[in-house]
């Protein structure tokens, strides 16, 4: 019976056809979780909305347009501890406080 397919043949056809499909499902699973995660960039952990990023006293912060919740950059609350002026962090919380209007007013 030379037309049908032998066992090894169909063994060897299911086999690629599933490494095809496993193939498949991983990319497509590879590019929803990276969608997932640039639809998330620059976007506040607590409520969603848009995150600015300004540099307050050389501290770079991150804040958000609505909660206002303030978030740092790996490293840069250890920055501002470590500056030799202890009022440092207080510093830059309190410039920050003042808005995110994008006014960088320096201390009075
Ligand atoms: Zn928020």
């Known amino acids: 019976m030379p037309d049908k397919p032998s066992k090894n ?51 770079q912060v991150d804040q958000c347009t609505h909660c206002h919740g303030i978030w740092f950059d790996a490293g840069e609350v250890e920055t501002a501890l470590a500056h030799p002026e202890p009022t440092m962090l207080a510093r830059v919380f309190r410039t920050v406080l003042r808005g995110v209007s994008g006014a960088k007013a320096s201390d009075p």
């Open 9 to 59: 043949e169909e063994e060897y056809f299911a086999r690629r056809d599933a490494e095809l499909l496993r193939q498949q499902r991983d990319a497509a699973h590879r590019a929803a979780v990276d969608a997932e995660r640039r639809s998330h960039h620059m976007k506040c952990p607590k409520c969603g909305y848009d995150l600015i990023t300004g540099e307050w006293h050389g501290v």
